[in-house]
């Protein structure tokens, strides 16, 4: 029995925070009915920059039903698993399951990093794999964990029927690569939007990608033209992404997606301390540089 | 008024697990009542080597509770907060001061790193500061958080009433001079011991290490020796206790210091995933470092 | 006036020792004479991979002219200047053009890391290139300097008539594409075997590769597959070239590729202390994963 | 036949520099005439601070030759060795030795970082060891090579007769703490001048401090106080020293230094390219520091 296979682009959906902070569920589904338009082909919610280890366990699962129920069928929903502990791993994606995510997400473990030596990451998703009630993604994400999980280790776990795949936002192109050679039967989501077109060159099956909350259609244009065998376009394409993309990912962080995404249409809001919101100065940068890159055409 | 100054050794308390992985409170509190008898000025609960991060919450405040019991009044029980939101570090803060504890021992916010500016670590702390109930002590571990405060963030920190001191876990000996030498009012916690004698020498008021779960008797000695002005004794301690202190902490972790507790008397018992249990050659090579140290009577 | 353009694939050509240790230049003559009829572009002498920090400024000069002398008209030679002054590289830089070099591949200074902030490497690589009788290209290869030259940097630096162009070996496919985008009237030469085609895809001029000291017609055919568009075969090379090249670059170092281009019929002999040659366990995973590429006829 | 041991405080000599740039080896050998009257133990000359890396073979004999001239006989001089391959180091020792250097000061090979194993870094030491005409001290300074001799490997080599000892300017006290404990019959001398009298209460032999570049008779002092056993001397003094030790080392660098020499009545003069010299913002940081710690009297 093969695994499901991932395909095209997905965004990492920020969770809209009002002025007072509370978590708004309505923008929320606003966002995503949205989104529905754009060609996507699913929704991760509560990853990085869902901001989950901002929000309790009652917001986490209200804002996965939100999303379920705002999106189309035809949308995957995958539910980011932010735990620390297989226990508590494998308690939230029990819980994803009753609210209605289709895949969770699951990152590495990150506080004892240095005891995070690859056969313990290996132990712990096989764990969790076996636990899970819902397909999991293995989720690399370096600049946030400290921790790598190696292509050779994510090869090995491939093995197992219930890990399906990995979004791996470490930016390395060098060990995507290598993912997608050693690992079979094992989707390979790009999780950095300044290698999407060389990601998809080499074989990744999609992307989940912060830019893509604030630039849907650009994504999934770079998406299709890259599957089309239209590399001037998707090259093109990836020139315009890759300056914005970094800017809300390496540079601004999440208070800076969310600037993008109300600059674009969508709704940002706040963000939860210890995040701060964005000062001017960088407000100002980033609605330069969003002008700049012509994909936004409201900004033009 | 000033604010309450601490002292004198404490260890940071494991959390013991049974065989199937279930908190064992009665070894807990077995633990307490030995280490009551051993000249410690009180007890970390929850912090890095509490395996906070591993327990939930009804397990995390039942701990909190078993210890403040177990503890003579004289020993201050301090809650580790490992929290990544600051709305979830004040309610835990709350819950610590139901549970018992007399102050809370909170770690710099860690998941978005690049975001962790110094100003944004200033701001998080005096919010936090302004909302508990508890005097509150900064943790600096780095090789878990990845995220660095600084001495003179530090010292602006120090001018809050409620901000008592912190606890340095990084070994960056200059930086806790630093730190001792800027901020006023403070009482600066040394969380290394490889440098417990030097930074009692420049002025740190005491110490939180784990190598004190294993030999409190020793790490009280030093302290003694040092504030008496027995230089020479402190340093020859120093060097018997610096091996045996990287090696739990540095290089076997959690589980090698659970480890070195169930040799020297204490209960350690098993950790919880992901963290793995020590295999026999590290069992063997532990034994050896702790018979060599001449620390563990009962070892040699 | 247009720079010169660079293109195509160059080896960072290794310094073959005898078996104690003197320079064999009879040996370097043989291997450019086999090299060239292989469709290389042109080499790069004295290189990280050429052990220019191995030998002495007799040798240097020696090694150039032998290069020089043996490549064909068509091959251009470009001289590594590893330099850590100003005085030094610009002395350098005259040497070698004397010794008959068409450019200089100036490497970024490297002793006093924490200084080299991006205006001190801007203002030395523009004096460089003031004096400079040579064209330049920017070395930059942060694992063995610890040190970056950022995009924007490089794009400042190509507006200087003589600095025609970079070769980046920090592997970090978003910032090479980002130079390839910033900087104008500029060859961008991707300097890692695990990215060539995504590089080229994205518009590298062209490549200076380890591996192509051992398997240039393959890094050739990689290069001719992506300038004709054929994006099916560049990806399969790639495939085939990246584990092999990592395992002598990362992995196993110069000892690793001159062994490599032993097993491929070239001549790699010796390194010089305090490199070591491959033991017996390393050679054997070397002519492993070289059978395995099926990229070296002679050994299959 | 036991090593000679080394002790006191000595200073990493900067090379001055006149307007143009050239070695100005009259105020060279005027500063040595100053330092010889302030308590000194020794000299070290070409080392970090002694932009080694910026001057020619010829410069570098002659500056030892003059050190060694303007030194009276009970000061040693150590010569820096910043060479990158076994030849050109066992070369530099020879003519330090003609220079009439009395010991050499050997840095770890930085080149090749990867591969820089411990293992590596013991052989090429050993080989140093047995061909230089000369006592060595191995030069751990990781901050400006990126490679790390550990302390089991310095125990190692210290069984070698003609290794003596270390200059650990790595600013990690527990390392050097260890490498004391397991080093026998070595000269442990401290590199850094924010961990001197730590350092020097665990047992280091002395020290080879930049600051006593600047303030050579506060450093003495301390080490005179940690000697006679004066620990609230000494602490004092190294809570005054700290500040404008890091301010000159980690801070603004050699440049840096000079310039605190340049106020203190000593000669700084310039540095070469590719470092640069002070400007207005950083000159008026400084000076206000050094005026802060009370130990320049004349900026008082």
């Keep these: 029995m093969l695994k499901q296979k991932l395909s095209g682009i997905m965004p990492p959906l920020t969770t809209p925070f009002d002025q007072v902070g509370e978590l708004d569920y309505a923008a929320l589904q606003r966002n995503v009915q949205r989104y ?3 060609g996507l082909s699913g929704y991760v919610v509560l990853g990085s920059n869902g901001e989950a280890v901002h929000i309790n366990v009652e917001e986490r699962l209200k ?25 508590a791993a494998v308690q939230s994606c029990k819980q994803a399951r009753e609210s209605g995510a289709d895949a969770v997400l699951v990152v590495t473990p990150y506080f004892y990093k240095a ?29 946030n964990t400290g921790v790598i999980i190696e292509p050779a280790t994510l090869a090995r776990l491939a093995e197992h029927p219930n890990i399906i795949g990995v979004k791996d936002s470490s930016g390395n192109f060098g060990a995507i690569a290598d993912t997608i050679r050693l690992a079979e039967d094992f989707s390979v989501m790009c999780g950095n939007g300044g290698i999407l077109y060389p990601a998809l060159s080499m074989g990744a099956a999609g992307a989940v990608l912060a830019i893509a909350c604030a630039a ?24 315009r992404i890759s300056p914005i993309s970094q800017m809300v990912t390496a540079g601004l962080g999440v208070a800076g997606l969310k600037a993008a995404m109300d600059n ?3 709704e940002g809001g706040t963000v939860r301390s210890p995040l701060v919101q964005l000062g001017p100065a960088e407000s100002e940068k980033l609605a330069t540089a969003m002008r700049a890159s012509g994909l936004f055409s409201r900004m033009e």
């Design 63 to 87: 804002t996965i039903q939100t999303v379920k129920q705002a999106a189309t069928p035809a949308h995957k929903v995958i539910a980011g698993i932010n735990e620390l502990s297989l226990r």
């Design 36 to 38: 529905n338009e754009t």
């Design 216 to 239: 849907p259609r650009a994504c999934v244009e770079l998406y299709q033209a890259a599957a089309a065998g239209d590399h001037a376009r998707a090259r093109e394409l990836q020139n």
């Design 115 to 143: 005891a995070m030596k690859q056969d313990v990451l290996f132990g712990y998703f096989m764990e969790v794999a076996d636990q899970s009630p819902l397909p999991v993604l293995v989720y690399n994400v370096p600049q």
């Design 264 to 266: 674009a249409g969508y």
